[in-house]
């Protein structure tokens, strides 16, 4: 046998598919399941980091915030000099380490009547505070944003990022707060700032870390990057220039989002790390300035594919001893069933005397083994039966091809039957449905001018209906005399037929005596079909009249007879009901009106013609239906002799 045709192959296949199967459902739930669980608790740990780093730089701006707001109601309400103004700026920076500088810049003539410029700014540096006016014309501070954009918004607020060439000479953000001569706060005095260095933020916004290799970065309500890896702190990126640059959606949507201070956590691709990353921004809302941090998904991941690369090494080798395991439970199962089905095979080949395996457990295979060892005996008794059967068989269809032989050889099936009688031609046919048939058909002379034919079809098929045939023809050939009736010779044999006819079996049988020299039939009809009269013109008449039952169904029967003259080269056409009542695949018959319709074909021709030409039309007709009853056709065509024919 072959392995690959093995039943301990296929089981270990089948088991062992299925196991893989499970285990690697099991294994991609748990991947899916731990995944989400771990990114959902990666994206609450974020949110929280995120969140609390934002809220220490919004205290920070808030606390830097409140020094110009403070300070803007005091400049509006009372005039300083020059140097209480200095001394007030140096206060600020020096006792705020998160200000690096401080400006009060004055409208044209605002502080001084004389004076277009006027704007005392104290900024740190490495040796303390140090002082300095913006007031040159090659650094007009009304054209900086820090001052224009206050200036005709008449709003706090923090400006873009910028590089403070003139001024501290440090990338810095300005928070900008106009003060007024008026209370109602419509006529501007000037802009009181505080600038923040952005070396401070850069510097906590770089100490935020997530994982190994993640990292921050803050933009500007415009979309600027304040802090970011890779970004100068000399050189101006914006977010959606960057967007622009590197065709990328996600960013140029989430950047809306940033300056609109909406907040999310959504994949990101990012150019530092390799490998899928997250992106969590959230809102700085005093200065309108949005925090992000990246997250590196292999990083936070790492946990849980070391896990399941564990649980699959372990599903390796379980699946390894389990595949071991199986593989000697199935060839320990298969093994008897192999010997069995190589017992099978010989026992196919008629090695009925083939060992069996002894298998002495009561399970199923124990019961097969049991039952193959039965089926040895039993197809031994059938074998030998069979043999006997056979035997039998074909004698008794020899026996049935002698009894074919001799009921073909009882009724005439030489023709021409009479080649020296020019007055008579006929022609007959009798196919048995079985190997022998009831149906019959005879003709022969009484004397020189009376010629005696019949036809008849015995109840039944095969040897009892052949058996009956056979009697009745001899009965009819034993009791024909010129000297009686046609229905007395009919009344006699069915007495006789009915003598001991416990079988109860009867034939319809047409009986006639024709006069070959007038054409004048004397007939009688015991319950058979009606025959039929071709008449020379083509038309065709049926030979109607019963004149009495079956033959042996019933004795002391009287029966009538008639008479009909046939004319110069009518055709007589007798059969069976094997032929009207033949089927097709249908199941629709052929009926005796198709046969009358046919024969109304047949002007002129011969009796055989007649005969074949019906023959064919009927198989036509029955096609690849059985036939299931025998078919016999009698036809007798006469003619006058010529010297009567002239008389």
Known sequence: MRVFKSLSLKISVSIMLAVALIFAAIIL?????????????????????????????????????????????????????????????????????????????????????????????????????SFKYLNSESFNYFDEDWYRIPKESLKTGWSEPYFDEGGGDILMCTYSVPFFFDDEGQDLKGIVTIDISLEWLKDYVESIKTYDNGYAFVISAGGTFITHPLVETSIEQNVFQLAEERDYDVLRKAAKDMVAGGSDFILFDTPIIDGTTWLYYTPLPSAGWSLSLIIPEDEFMADLYELNRDLLLIGIIGFIILLIIVIYISRRITKPLTSLAQAAIEIGHGQLDAPLPAIKSKDEIGQLNASISKMQVELKNYIQNLKETTAAKEKIESELQIARDIQQGIIPKIFPAFPERDTIDLYAILDPARDVGGDLYDFFFIDDDHMCFTIGDVSGKGVPASLFMAITRTLLRARMDMNIKVNEVIEIMNNELCLDNDNAMFVTLFLGILNIETGRIEYCNAGHNYPYILKKNGSVEELKGTHGTPLGAMPDIGYGSSVVHLENNDTLMLYTDGVSEAIDTDENQYTEGRIKAKLAEFKGEDPETIIKQLIGDLDLFVGEADQFDDITMLVINWQKKEDAADE
């Not at 929280?48 to 920070?60: F, R, Y």
């Not at 020096?94 to 001084?112: L, T």
Request: charged share 25%.
């Open 29 to 129: 739930y748990n991947y899916f399941i731990s995944r989400d669980l771990l990114l959902k608790n990666v994206e609450d740990n974020v949110k929280n980091l995120a969140d609390g780093s934002a809220q220490k730089i919004e205290k920070v701006l808030e606390a830097s915030a409140k020094i110009p707001q403070n300070l803007s109601y005091i400049l509006g309400a009372s005039q300083y000099s020059a140097d209480e103004l200095r001394n007030l700026l140096e206060l600020i920076v020096e006792n705020n380490d998160e200000v690096f500088g401080s400006c009060i810049a004055f409208e044209p003539y605002a502080y001084d009547t004389d004076s277009l410029y006027f704007a005392p700014y104290v900024f740190m540096t490495d040796s303390g505070p």
